[in-house]
C-alpha cells in the first residue's frame, strides 16, 4: 500500500519554530513530487508549498514566504516552518503525485495530517 505520515507537529508559541516531515511506506518517495497543505477549522485547504522529484521548488503560499522552506531527501519531505503565527494553526498534510501540478488533485496519495498549533 502506498502510504504518507506527517510528524513533528505541536503547540508552540508565536516566534517559535517546528520542522514537519512527510515519509513514505510502500513507494519510492524519491521519484514523486510532494506538496504541503493546511486546513484550519472553517477553513478551505491551502497549498503552502510544493517540491518537485528533482528538488526544485515551484512555490511558496504568499503567506509564508521568507518564513517556511521546503526540502528533501531520498526518503522525507520537510516543511521548515519559522516565526510561527497564530494564524498558521491548522492541520498540516502532505501528499505525492508525479507533477506539483497535480499534487492536490484527489487521487495523489494524502497522508493524515499533524497538527500545528501557535498559540500563546
Known amino acids: 500500500q502506498k502510504e504518507l505520515a506527517e510528524s513533528g507537529g505541536g503547540l508552540v508559541q508565536p516566534g517559535e519554530s517546528l520542522r514537519l516531515s512527510c515519509a513514505a511506506s510502500g513507494f519510492a518517495l524519491n521519484t514523486y513530487a510532494v506538496g504541503w497543505f493546511r486546513q484550519a477549522p472553517g477553513k478551505e485547504r491551502e497549498g503552502v508549498s510544493c517540491i518537485r522529484n528533482d528538488g526544485t521548488i515551484t512555490f511558496y503560499a504568499d503567506s509564508v514566504k521568507g518564513r517556511f522552506t521546503i526540502s528533501r531527501d531520498y526518503n522525507t519531505v520537510y516543511l521548515q516552518m519559522n516565526s510561527l503565527k497564530p494564524e498558521d494553526t491548522a492541520v498540516y498534510i502532505c501528499?505525492?503525485?508525479?507533477?506539483?501540478?497535480?499534487?492536490?488533485?484527489?487521487?495523489?496519495?494524502w497522508g493524515r495530517g499533524t497538527q500545528v498549533t501557535v498559540s500563546s
Open positions: 501528499a505525492a503525485d508525479v507533477l506539483c501540478s497535480t499534487v492536490s488533485d484527489r487521487r495523489a496519495i
